[in-house]
């Protein structure tokens, strides 16, 4: 098991930048990916954005992409998701979940596949 722990959420104005935090702790040795997803007031959950283990493969959804950037330290223990440029729809509770790789340069945008969920950090862009 991996926990998951996602801060960096906050109040910002359309144009502005936010960078959220995924802290993993637990069983940390084991290549795992990281993905992020977001679910807008009154909407489904979404995929966002996916790092693999390495940290060399992203994946981003068309909707931030050469927006939002995802980068992991060197200890592979944090995963940032730098958010530049942000738009009222970006608005959205935003969730990072793990999941066991079957490769280090694996990564997965289906939420199905995630097996480890953070608690959420909210973003809230006004107009």
């Known amino acids: 098991q991996v926990q998951l722990v996602e801060s960096g959420g906050g109040v910002v104005q359309a144009g502005d930048s936010l960078r959220l935090s995924c802290a993993a702790s637990?069983?940390?040795?084991?290549?795992?990916?990281i993905g992020w997803f977001r679910q807008p007031p009154g909407k489904e959950r979404e995929f966002v954005a996916t790092?693999?283990?390495?940290?060399?493969?992203?994946y981003f959804a068309d909707s931030v992409k050469g927006r939002f950037t995802n980068f992991r330290d060197s200890a592979k223990s944090t995963v940032y998701l730098q958010m530049n440029s942000l738009v009222p729809q970006d608005t959205a509770v935003y969730y990072c979940?793990?999941?066991?790789?079957?490769?280090?340069?694996?990564?997965?945008?289906?939420?199905?596949?995630?097996?480890?969920w953070g608690q959420g950090t909210q973003v809230t862009v006004s107009a």
């Open positions: 979940a793990a999941k066991f790789a079957v490769t280090s340069e694996s990564y997965y945008v289906a939420a199905l596949q995630y097996g480890n």
């Open positions: 637990g069983r940390t040795f084991s290549t795992y990916a």
């Open positions: 790092i693999s283990w390495t940290g060399i493969n992203t």
